[in-house]
């Protein structure tokens, strides 16, 4: 009665093979490694840096041990510490040939040691949190209410031009609040105007004035919009913060949405947070102004000849030098929104520029008298300005741009993000800052480690003194539980903190309660003379109900400080949860498997090395 | 080697009341405490600033709360951290004082007071560049900035709302868990008794103005969920007992059912509570009072499923009826192995 079928224990052995090998990575010292990534917002770094990088290194005689593209960046890493420095010195030097404007950042980073083949299988060790390893960590606050603002005053203009090309009389326009009101003489223009304001701005809900006097329009953002206004403010926000920690050379930052008006930025490693504020709030603009293709801005541009009076030059994205007027046609303000998409003929990828009233009236008066001349937009970032795009006028344009031409989708993607990307949609305030420093992340890990082994080793003396075999068993089962969680926190890539030690810690402590459990309820039955056979197999059935019911309320805990944890305590959530799913893995099945496997097999057991069970009147022990 | 040598079993239910009435005292004093004294929060709660810096040698508290007290960010607290070298200074939420300006004006402070000046070193760590506030004196490093901490004020209500919320869905979620496995009685027992719990080590952080933080808070919930699991233990004895030995009154069968799991009981919480003092003696100042508020919630946990909420469903009146339903697999009420069967 106590064996297991094949298929059990080679469950039981697939489960312990796959556990071992993901938590192998995390067992591998980190090695230095130097990483590169993109240094300006115009920038996109892809696999084509890896062979240059390569060539690099092999020009300064450095043997890295791999180079690779991961993500949004090109890692490479090397033995020691002397060799990531110098290695660091010639892709700097190499990539960035002028060092007050660096294209690359180029950031000593930490890789895991862990072998090719454990990487391949996506194997790779946990993330640690800022409390475990030094940074700087801001939670953000995004203002939607001035988004909002922001917009009803761009709708303002809007209907301000649309009534003037439509020839109808208005006696003032207000902007109250984030609702716009427009007033007019008589009724039939009201009407007018109505039917017009609601074919051509369907973003607003339109309502009569409430005073019966005046005849009054008040149009309000419908709700759907204003979600949409505030979900592309933060997702803009986010990308522009992106762009600027760029700058700081952190290897890995976060930056993650928080709810709905929330940001979470992470850097680990950066100590400063005086300059780490400084470069996050800092504006980025954009600005339209016209090229000069005379003669002598070709000849400038092209090297041969002085820059003319009057124009700047500056690179164009991909290289070449472009000489732009000083005259500033536009700012980014009167961009109101940038999406790519397609042209409705040629199906050809483009760039879908919106411009508030005031900025259509300027660029109509300018396109329409620069027809075939082109036309640059230029975004400046820390005093530098580079040129995005420098597209050709065919026509006379309004207030909707469409820029098209040799443009891959992905160039498209990439052209409006970085229109968007120039400034913040919405201020945003920081709330809460945390920093660390290295040597106390450093603390806290041995101390959090130290916690897990001492009361580990503890528990499992005090189990196999107490139940001999069966408590070798229950520390094995505990053991596996240890190794399954941590291999399932690694699968998940989950970040490790402090608290989600402390919950390791913890969860196993509480873990031990199914074996404690199963062990009493089997010295329970051998109590009450059942033979040794019949009494491992009672008292395991027994005890699983027991456990189930007593593992679901802890489980309710854990799934309530999931879901209304945040920071640290949602760390720790995460990881009681998943211990208390895989303890009852380990103490009920795996524990059962090896208790079959041992004594499963003897068709005569006399006795079960469980220790002393004590008997009321005969006190004779059970191990013969 | 066994420790629970038990021949009859223990009368726990006749000092029932006797218990109940200590249990009511108890949690009376907590009340008593948490109204009169509060809970100390951490800035977590109450929005705020802390620091933590490590001197080179012995810190002097009474020098570096003086120049903190200098300059005027409301009432500060000063006070040693773990060691005699770590300071930790809670700066409140205040009005007039721009809660960003905070670390550096503290840690300027500071920084003056042991003779130094500031300066944004940069110090070439191995994990990347990272540049921090130095503050050097002649060459040394008298006091160095560990950790910051800064937190608004709206963040703090929000934590606390959401805590609040987290104990109620717990609570609410074990009731129903309890009251669709056992009975309704049964539910109320394990909750007021562990609810008792959790007021008892809210009475005690009052009681020593111990910090109350989120990890804490943490704690207060795991204990919550662990220690209801005693309750079900003993409850599943109980139902377990009424079908077994059916000549039993409901005072024996709850003695029985209490005194056959008792040494599962002390064996489960003593290996827990190994495991919270491991964490107690190596964890640090950072997972101090999580610590605590575990060994409390252990403590009292024992205490509550065993003498508390028995007692309480004993009160309430549970009968054989209640739990014995004559469930659709239960054939022989007698046969000793139908026991477990739910």
Same mark, same amino acid.
């Given at each position: 009665?106590?064996?297991?079928?094949?298929?059990?224990?080679?469950?039981?052995?697939?489960?312990?093979?796959?556990?071992?090998?993901?938590?192998?990575?995390?067992?591998?010292?980190?090695?230095?490694?130097?990483?590169?990534?993109?240094?300006?917002?115009?920038?996109?770094?892809?696999?084509?840096?890896?062979?240059?990088?390569?060539?690099?290194?092999?020009?300064?005689?450095?043997?890295?041990?791999?180079?690779?593209?991961?993500?949004?960046?090109?890692?490479?890493?090397?033995?020691?510490?002397?060799?990531?420095?110098?290695?660091?010195?010639?892709?700097?030097?190499?990539?960035?040939?002028?060092?007050?404007?660096?294209?690359?950042?180029?950031?000593?980073?930490?890789?895991?040691?862990?072998?090719?083949?454990?990487?391949?299988?996506?194997?790779?060790?946990?993330?640690?949190?800022?409390?475990?390893?030094?940074?700087?960590?801001?939670?953000?606050?995004?203002?939607?209410?001035?988004?909002?603002?922001?917009?009803?005053?761009?709708?303002?203009?809007?209907?301000?031009?649309?009534?003037?090309?439509?020839?109808?009389?208005?006696?003032?326009?207000?902007?109250?609040?984030?609702?716009?009101?427009?007033?007019?003489?008589?009724?039939?223009?009201?009407?007018?105007?109505?039917?017009?304001?609601?074919?051509?701005?369907?973003?607003?809900?339109?309502?009569?004035?409430?005073?019966?006097?005046?005849?009054?329009?008040?149009?309000?953002?419908?709700?759907?919009?204003?979600?949409?206004?505030?979900?592309?403010?933060?997702?803009?926000?986010?990308?522009?913060?992106?762009?600027?920690?760029?700058?700081?050379?952190?290897?890995?930052?976060?930056?993650?949405?928080?709810?709905?008006?929330?940001?979470?930025?992470?850097?680990?490693?950066?100590?400063?947070?005086?300059?780490?504020?400084?470069?996050?709030?800092?504006?980025?603009?954009?600005?339209?102004?016209?090229?000069?293709?005379?003669?002598?801005?070709?000849?400038?541009?092209?090297?041969?000849?002085?820059?003319?009076?009057?124009?700047?030059?500056?690179?164009?994205?991909?290289?070449?030098?472009?000489?732009?007027?000083?005259?500033?046609?536009?700012?980014?303000?009167?961009?109101?929104?940038?999406?790519?998409?397609?042209?409705?003929?040629?199906?050809?990828?483009?760039?879908?520029?919106?411009?508030?009233?005031?900025?259509?009236?300027?660029?109509?008066?300018?396109?329409?008298?620069?027809?075939?001349?082109?036309?640059?937009?230029?975004?400046?970032?820390?005093?530098?300005?580079?040129?995005?795009?420098?597209?050709?006028?065919?026509?006379?344009?309004?207030?909707?741009?469409?820029?098209?031409?040799?443009?891959?989708?992905?160039?498209?993607?990439?052209?409006?993000?970085?229109?968007?990307?120039?400034?913040?949609?919405?201020?945003?305030?920081?709330?809460?800052?945390?920093?660390?420093?290295?040597?106390?992340?450093?603390?806290?890990?041995?101390?959090?480690?130290?916690?897990?082994?001492?009361?580990?080793?503890?528990?499992?003396?005090?189990?196999?003194?107490?139940?001999?075999?069966?408590?070798?068993?229950?520390?094995?089962?505990?053991?596996?539980?240890?190794?399954?969680?941590?291999?399932?926190?690694?699968?998940?890539?989950?970040?490790?903190?402090?608290?989600?030690?402390?919950?390791?810690?913890?969860?196993?402590?509480?873990?031990?309660?199914?074996?404690?459990?199963?062990?009493?309820?089997?010295?329970?039955?051998?109590?009450?003379?059942?033979?040794?056979?019949?009494?491992?197999?009672?008292?395991?059935?027994?005890?699983?109900?027991?456990?189930?019911?007593?593992?679901?309320?802890?489980?309710?805990?854990?799934?309530?400080?999931?879901?209304?944890?945040?920071?640290?305590?949602?760390?720790?959530?995460?990881?009681?949860?998943?211990?208390?799913?895989?303890?009852?893995?380990?103490?009920?099945?795996?524990?059962?498997?090896?208790?079959?496997?041992?004594?499963?097999?003897?068709?005569?057991?006399?006795?079960?090395?469980?220790?002393?069970?004590?008997?009321?009147?005969?006190?004779?022990?059970?191990?013969? | 080697?066994?420790?629970?040598?038990?021949?009859?079993?223990?009368?726990?239910?006749?000092?029932?009341?006797?218990?109940?009435?200590?249990?009511?005292?108890?949690?009376?004093?907590?009340?008593?405490?948490?109204?009169?004294?509060?809970?100390?929060?951490?800035?977590?709660?109450?929005?705020?600033?802390?620091?933590?810096?490590?001197?080179?040698?012995?810190?002097?508290?009474?020098?570096?709360?003086?120049?903190?007290?200098?300059?005027?960010?409301?009432?500060?607290?000063?006070?040693?951290?773990?060691?005699?070298?770590?300071?930790?200074?809670?700066?409140?939420?205040?009005?007039?004082?721009?809660?960003?300006?905070?670390?550096?004006?503290?840690?300027?402070?500071?920084?003056?007071?042991?003779?130094?000046?500031?300066?944004?070193?940069?110090?070439?760590?191995?994990?990347?560049?990272?540049?921090?506030?130095?503050?050097?004196?002649?060459?040394?490093?008298?006091?160095?900035?560990?950790?910051?901490?800064?937190?608004?004020?709206?963040?703090?209500?929000?934590?606390?709302?959401? &805590?609040?919320?987290?104990?109620? /869905? @717990?609570? #609410?979620? %074990?009731?129903?868990? *309890?009251?669709?496995?056992? !009975?309704?009685?049964?539910?109320?027992?394990?909750?007021?008794?562990?609810?008792?719990?959790?007021?008892?080590?809210?009475?005690?952080?009052?009681?020593?103005?111990?910090?109350?933080?989120?990890?804490?808070?943490?704690?207060?919930?795991?204990?919550?969920?662990?220690?209801?699991?005693?309750?079900?233990?003993?409850?599943?004895?109980?139902?377990?007992?009424?079908?077994?030995?059916?000549?039993?009154?409901?005072?024996?069968?709850?003695?029985?059912?209490?005194?056959?799991?008792?040494?599962?009981?002390?064996?489960?919480?003593?290996?827990?509570?190994?495991?919270?003092?491991?964490?107690?003696?190596?964890?640090?100042?950072?997972?101090?009072?999580?610590?605590?508020?575990?060994?409390?919630?252990?403590?009292? &946990?024992?205490?509550?499923?065993? /003498? @508390?909420? #028995?007692? %309480?469903?004993?009160? *309430?009146?549970?009968?054989? !009826?209640?739990?014995?339903?004559?469930?659709?697999?239960?054939?022989?009420?007698?046969?000793?192995?139908?026991?477990?069967?739910?």
């Amino acid at each position: 009665m106590n064996r297991y079928p094949l298929w059990k224990y080679a469950t039981l052995l697939v489960a312990l093979v796959v556990a071992l090998i993901y938590t192998l990575p995390n067992f591998f010292p980190e090695a230095p490694a130097v990483q590169v990534s993109s240094g300006k917002a115009t920038l996109k770094i892809d696999a084509s840096l890896v062979p240059r990088i390569e060539r690099i290194l092999a020009d300064a005689a450095l043997k890295p041990d791999f180079v690779r593209f991961e993500g949004m960046s090109v890692k490479a890493r090397f033995a020691d510490l002397d060799s990531q420095r110098k290695a660091k010195d010639a892709i700097s030097k190499a990539l960035n040939p002028d060092p007050d404007n660096p294209a690359y950042i180029v950031a000593l980073n930490l890789l895991s040691r862990s072998p090719s083949w454990l990487t391949a299988l996506h194997a790779l060790p946990m993330f640690l949190g800022l409390d475990l390893r030094g940074g700087v960590y801001f939670l953000m606050q995004v203002d939607m209410k001035s988004a909002l603002v922001k917009k009803a005053e761009a709708l303002t203009g809007d209907i301000r031009a649309l009534l003037r090309d439509k020839n109808i009389r208005h006696t003032g326009i207000t902007r109250d609040g984030n609702n716009v009101a427009v007033r007019f003489r008589d009724n039939e223009t009201l009407v007018a105007a109505r039917n017009v304001l609601q074919n051509q701005l369907p973003d607003l809900l339109w309502q009569d004035g409430p005073d019966g006097s005046d005849f009054r329009l008040v149009g309000s953002l419908k709700p759907e919009a204003s979600r949409l206004v505030q979900s592309t403010a933060i997702t803009q926000n986010i990308t522009t913060l992106h762009n600027r920690v760029n700058e700081l050379g952190v290897a890995e930052p976060v930056i993650q949405q928080q709810g709905q008006d929330r940001v979470v930025v992470q850097l680990p490693g950066v100590q400063d947070t005086a300059k780490a504020k400084d470069i996050i709030g800092r504006t980025a603009t954009l600005e339209l102004r016209m090229v000069d293709d005379s003669a002598e801005g070709r000849a400038a541009a092209s090297g041969t000849g002085p820059v003319p009076f009057g124009t700047e030059r500056y690179v164009e994205r991909g290289g070449a030098p472009l000489i732009v007027k000083r005259q500033v046609v536009l700012t980014g303000d009167s961009l109101t929104d940038a999406q790519p998409g397609f042209d409705s003929q040629t199906q050809e990828p483009v760039v879908h520029l919106t411009l508030d009233a005031k900025g259509a009236r300027i660029i109509r008066d300018v396109s329409r008298e620069n027809v075939g001349k082109r036309m640059a937009i230029l975004l400046f970032e820390k005093g530098k300005g580079e040129v995005i795009t420098a597209p050709v006028i065919r026509s006379e344009l309004g207030s909707r741009i469409q820029i098209s031409g040799r443009m891959t989708t992905a160039e498209a993607n990439d052209t409006s993000l970085l229109l968007r990307a120039g400034s913040l949609a919405a201020p945003m305030d920081i709330i809460e800052e945390r920093t660390i420093g290295p040597s106390l992340g450093a603390e806290n890990i041995s101390k959090g480690f130290n916690s897990v082994i001492f009361g580990f080793a503890a528990i499992a003396v005090f189990m196999c003194l107490y139940y001999q075999l069966f408590g070798i068993i229950s520390t094995l089962a505990l053991a596996f539980n240890l190794l399954l969680l941590v291999a399932v926190l690694s699968m998940l890539q989950a970040t490790l903190t402090l608290p989600g030690i402390a919950a390791i810690a913890l969860t196993l402590g509480m873990a031990i309660d199914a074996n404690v459990l199963i062990n009493e309820r089997v010295r329970e039955e051998l109590r009450a003379g059942a033979a040794p056979q019949v009494a491992i197999n009672t008292g395991y059935e027994r005890a699983w109900a027991t456990i189930l019911d007593s593992n679901v309320t802890t489980l309710i805990a854990g799934v309530a400080l999931l879901t209304f944890g945040s920071g640290p305590v949602r760390g720790f959530a995460i990881v009681h949860t998943l211990g208390i799913l895989t303890s009852m893995f380990s103490a009920v099945v795996f524990s059962r498997g090896l208790v079959n496997l041992w004594y499963g097999r003897q068709k005569r057991l006399k006795g079960v090395s469980i220790g002393q069970v004590w008997r009321p009147q005969t006190s004779v022990p059970a191990k013969s | 080697m066994e420790f629970f040598r038990i021949r009859r079993d223990i009368p726990f239910m006749r000092h029932a009341l006797v218990f109940n009435i200590v249990s009511l005292l108890t949690f009376l004093a907590a009340v008593f405490f948490l109204a009169t004294r509060g809970l100390h929060f951490s800035i977590e709660f109450t929005g705020g600033t802390v620091i933590e810096v490590a001197y080179a040698q012995t810190a002097d508290i009474v020098k570096a709360r003086t120049a903190v007290e200098g300059l005027n960010v409301g009432e500060v607290q000063v006070q040693n951290f773990g060691s005699s070298r770590d300071v930790l200074i809670r700066v409140p939420v205040a009005s007039g004082v721009k809660q960003s300006e905070v670390v550096t004006r503290v840690f300027g402070a500071l920084c003056k007071a042991e003779g130094g000046t500031i300066s944004a070193g940069q110090e070439a760590a191995q994990s990347g560049e990272s540049a921090r506030q130095v503050c050097s004196a002649g060459g040394v490093e008298p006091v160095r900035l560990q950790r910051t901490e800064v937190v608004g004020p709206q963040v703090g209500r929000e934590l606390a709302e959401d &805590g609040a919320k987290a104990l109620a /869905f @717990v609570v #609410a979620g %074990i009731m129903i868990y *309890l009251a669709f496995r056992f !009975e309704w009685k049964f539910s109320i027992a394990a909750i007021v008794a562990n609810l008792h719990d959790v007021i008892i080590i809210l009475g005690f952080f009052a009681f020593f103005q111990w910090e109350f933080s989120l990890s804490v808070l943490a704690a207060v919930l795991a204990v919550l969920g662990y220690s209801v699991n005693e309750s079900v233990v003993i409850f599943d004895r109980i139902r377990e007992s009424f079908r077994r030995y059916r000549k039993m009154t409901t005072r024996e069968v709850i003695d029985h059912a209490i005194t056959s799991t008792i040494s599962r009981t002390i064996i489960t919480h003593g290996s827990t509570q190994m495991m919270v003092l491991s964490m107690l003696i190596f964890g640090g100042p950072t997972l101090h009072y999580f610590a605590v508020a575990l060994t409390i919630g252990i403590l009292f &946990g024992i205490y509550s499923s065993v /003498f @508390v909420a #028995a007692a %309480i469903a004993m009160w *309430l009146g549970v009968k054989r !009826e209640d739990l014995v339903k004559a469930g659709p697999k239960e054939t022989d009420p007698d046969d000793p192995n139908a026991g477990a069967v739910v």
